[in-house]
């Protein structure tokens, strides 16, 4: 086609085949230059068939962030913690709400005009002395920046999702047996008797070479893989179209000389861009780099030694990965540990002596011999000993002697008689609440369960980098 174009570029059908061709590239690149945003994909979930725009997670956001105090709303603009349960919370209430819509959509359920407009004239806030004001009407959707359809498509979806949703949230009644077993369990008392034996009792030398040696043979010091990395960052704002473009077409260039052989460091200055080496990052540390995400993290340690990513678009520019080096987990030089190990072995040869001693007196016990310096006490679950005793006396049967350990001590714990607490209307009443709404969060989460399997929900990972994550 292009050569008989070449050889025939004077004839008039040449030269109108050449005129379809240059102003179908022409408009295409003008339609996204004129349209820029506009006709890219904003997509971020997909729902079944359904999809989640950023505009919704955007309104969903606004609307969040405008029902917290000055000082949630402060920290979730700082606190990348509080920032990232705020973006759980938007997308986990988007997707249970499209989840629910979709349900309802698939049911047949049908929500009327005339329940509509009825639901409307029902609202308080549209209401002078009992009666619907359309003027009041008018005015809070000029307010809101909603139009009249607007409005009743929001209503239309929170009515089908309480249709939908609204059964898994009756609160189920809970049996009587159910509240007096919780009841009898939380408020029970043991009688018990207790014996301590701290390892601190017990003195132990100086360990010698080869002790240590023989410890760290089965106790290592297990040094965590690490990995020297690098990469490039182009700076971008890719909510602008015009920055987006120069952005992409900068990054495109740096990677271009990567793959015909330039290094990392030389298409970085090249073109202007940020290139940073990091000698040690360690899994599930946390860094500094305001540009590593735990997302970037993860797909570094998903790659291998002498590798880069592909072109990676974020919200705030472009980036490309690198590993450098790979550093495999391994235990570390006995010689490089070897002064750490003395407190450590010395804790496990008194753990070891406190052990015989604990272990004596449960023999003594189960033979139904006298163990000196058993306290004897009344616990419930929560109070009066040490909560690993707490633990072994409500673990434990009625006469049974147990072993217990807190880490700087054994408890040789012997359980006695369980005492039934009496009877207390307020508390079993808050249990019983207590326990239906466990019921009905376990019936809701069951539901949900089995829309996501009908519905499957996908994240689009490029948008969402872009948009949502760093």
Do not use: C
Request: net charge positive; hydrophobic share 40%; proline share 3%.
């Amino acid at each position: 086609m292009l050569e008989y174009l070449r050889n025939a570029a004077d004839k008039p059908l040449a030269k109108f085949l050449m005129f379809i061709l240059i102003f179908s590239f022409v408009g295409w690149g003008a339609a996204e230059w004129i349209f820029g945003g506009a006709s890219r994909d904003t997509t971020l979930v997909h729902v079944g068939n359904a999809d989640i725009s950023l505009q919704q997670f955007n309104n969903e956001r606004s609307q969040q962030l405008a029902s917290m105090s000055k000082d949630e709303q402060r920290a979730a603009y700082t606190d990348p913690k509080k920032a990232e349960q705020l973006t759980n919370s938007v997308m986990t209430k988007l997707t249970t709400n499209q989840l629910a819509l979709n349900r309802a959509r698939d049911l047949g359920f049908v929500v009327s005009d005339k329940r509509i407009a009825d639901e409307i004239k029902g609202y308080p806030q549209f209401q002078v002395n009992g009666k619907f004001v359309p003027w009041m009407f008018d005015m809070v959707l000029q307010n809101s920046g909603l139009s009249e359809q607007d409005f009743a498509n929001i209503l239309r979806a929170d009515i089908l999702r309480n249709m939908t949703m609204g059964a898994a949230n009756v609160p189920m009644r809970v049996p009587q047996f159910a509240v007096d077993a919780a009841y009898n369990a939380r408020y029970a008392k043991r009688a018990i008797k207790y014996s301590t034996v701290k390892f601190a009792d017990y003195k132990v030398g100086e360990p010698n070479d080869e002790q240590l040696k023989t410890y760290y043979a089965t106790n290592p010091i297990v040094v965590p893989e690490t990995r020297a990395v690098s990469y490039v960052f182009v700076a971008s704002d890719n909510s602008k179209p015009d920055l987006y473009d120069a952005g992409f077409k900068k990054s495109q260039q740096i990677e271009d000389m990567i793959i015909s052989g330039d290094s990392m460091k030389a298409a970085a200055n090249k073109h202007k861009a940020r290139y940073v080496q990091i000698a040690k990052l360690k899994r599930g540390e946390k860094i500094s780099d305001k540009v590593l995400s735990d997302d970037l993290i993860a797909k570094l340690f998903a790659m291998e030694s002498g590798s880069e990513s592909e072109l990676i678009e974020l919200k705030d520019g472009f980036i490309i990965l690198r590993v450098d080096e790979v550093i495999a987990q391994h235990n570390a030089e006995f010689n490089d540990v070897k002064k750490s190990l003395v407190s450590d072995w010395k804790k496990a040869e008194q753990r070891k002596q406190a052990y015989l001693k604990a272990n004596e007196k449960l023999i003594a016990l189960n033979k139904g011999e006298t163990v000196k310096n058993m306290n004897e006490t009344t616990v419930s679950r929560t109070e009066g000993a040490p909560l690993s005793v707490l633990n072994a006396a409500f673990a434990g049967k009625e006469g049974e002697h147990i072993i217990a350990e807190d880490g700087n001590a054994f408890y040789v714990v012997s359980v006695g008689k369980n005492t039934v607490p009496s009877p207390d209307k307020a508390k079993k009443e808050s249990i019983r609440k207590e326990l239906e709404k466990m019921s009905t969060r376990f019936v809701l989460d069951d539901y949900i369960q089995f829309l996501r399997n009908e519905y499957p929900v996908k994240i689009n990972e490029r948008n969402y980098n872009k948009f949502i994550t760093k």
